[in-house]
C-alpha cells in the first residue's frame, strides 16, 4: 500500500502504468473541483494551534494542493511536504515555485511503511485522504504524535463518499449507473477507512474533534467533465468484469470522448463530494 494521498484510488488489483500516470492529473483536478473544503479545514486547523505554527508536516502530500492551502494559511511556517512518490513531490516543487511559495515549501522523499522520515519537530501534522494507504495506520499515528511539539496538532481528513458526479437517468441505460458503481466499489474497499478517533486516542492524543464538510458546485465547473473522465475510466478499469453488460456498455459511452454521450460533452454534470476531518491535540 501507498500514502501518495489517491483519495479514491485505494482498491485492490493492478493498477495499469497509463491510470498511475493520471494520477496526478486526476488529483489537481479533484482540488480544483471540491477543493474548497480544504480552506475550511484549515481554518478550523488554524482555531485549534495555540501559537503561530513554525513547521507543519504534510504527510503524503500527493500533487501539494494541501501543503500550499497550508503555506497560505500558516505564513509564518515552514511547510515539508510528505510523499513516497517522487512524480508527486516534483508536481509539489512546481506548484510551490508557481505561487511563489518555494521558499517555505519543502518536500522530503520517503515510504511511511517503512518508518517516519527525520523531519525536526513540528507544530501541525496535516493527513488527507493518505492516513488510510499505510499498512500501519496506528504505528504512524505514534510516529506523527512523536514528531509533534507539546500542544501540536494533529489533522486527518478522509473522504467519506466518492464522489457524485452524474445524474440519476443518463438518458440511456438503467437509471442509477452511478449508485451502482459505488456499491459495487464499497464491496472492493475502496476508499476504506475507519472513524479515526479511537486510533488517534490510542497515539495519545486528546481533544479530538470530528467534523464533516461538504462541497457542491452549480453549475458544474468547466474541468468537471475533464475530472468526470479520469475518474470514471480508474472506476471502469477497478469494476472490469464486475458490472452487467448494459452497465458497462452506458459507462464506455460515457468515456468514449467521441460520443456525444461522453462525460467531456454533457451539460448534465454535478459537483458533490464530502470529507470527515478529525483534529486532536498532542498534550
Known sequence: MTQHSHHHAHHHGEHTLAHEAALPDLLDLDAEIFGSYLDQVAEWAERRVGETPRRVVDVGAGTGVGSLTLARRFPAAEVVAIDRSEVMLERVRTAARGQGLADRVSVVHADLDAGWPAVEATDVVWAASSLHEVADPDRVLRDMYAALNSDGV???????????????????????????????????????????????????????????????????????????????????????????????????????????????HRGDLTVRGSRTAWTARRP
Open 154 to 264: 494533529l489533522v486527518v481528513v478522509e473522504m467519506d463518499a466518492l464522489p457524485r458526479l452524474l445524474p440519476d437517468d443518463l438518458g440511456m441505460g438503467r437509471p442509477g449507473l452511478e449508485s451502482r458503481c459505488h456499491e459495487a466499489l464499497a464491496r472492493m474497499d475502496w476508499n476504506a477507512h475507519p472513524n479515526w478517533r479511537d486510533h488517534v486516542e490510542r497515539a495519545g492524543f486528546v481533544d479530538v474533534e470530528e467534523r464533516n464538510f461538504t462541497s457542491e458546485a452549480t453549475p458544474a465547473p468547466p474541468s468537471t467533465g475533464r475530472y468526470a473522465h479520469t475518474f470514471l475510466s480508474r472506476v471502469r478499469s477497478a469494476l472490469d468484469g464486475q458490472l452487467a453488460a448494459d452497465d458497462r456498455d452506458t459507462l464506455d459511452r460515457l468515456l468514449s470522448e467521441d460520443n456525444p454521450d461522453s462525460v467531456l
